[in-house]
């Protein structure tokens, strides 16, 4: 049986297409805007050198009904868009921090959503919560910063 050995512009042309898709593989599983910038101001970046394409880091779960995202709201998905309604001209991170200074717990679990993201459960769903007890995450989370640590990074000065 006669061997067939590949035409050296098809294995340069097969490199070259398995290359583009690895290189772009970044930017199409990063994490869109608003969750990598979330991620960035709650800390969910910290420790792990690949963050932007992890859906687990900030999963699309925290503020929606589907895995996916898109259509449907949790209840803090509900609350940030409720933030944006009061503030429509305000930055992302200034309406994550205002529903987070609150001091409420979205989804009725016991926790404040600030210590369900400093746990990092989901905030809008009340089957996930911290294994702590209360008490010990507010201590532990007061220890950290408190809310100050999810405060909006002050931008460069305007001129």
Known sequence: MARLTPNPQVRLGAALLAGL????APAALGLPKYRTQAAQQ?????DDPLWQLSGKVMPCVTCHTRPQGGQGWNAFGER???????????KF???LFAV???GADADGDGFPDALEFY???LPGDPKSRPAQALALLQAEFGKAGGLNQYRP?????RN
């Open 93 to 95: 991170g200034a309406v």
């Open 42 to 46: 709650l800390g969910h970046d910290k």
């Open 80 to 90: 940030l868009r409720a933030g944006f309604r009061e503030q429509p001209t305000a």
């Open 21 to 24: 898709v690895l290189l772009s």
């Open 153 to 157: 990074k002050a931008g460069p000065p």
């Open 119 to 121: 746990a990092r459960t």
């Open 100 to 102: 987070l200074e609150e």
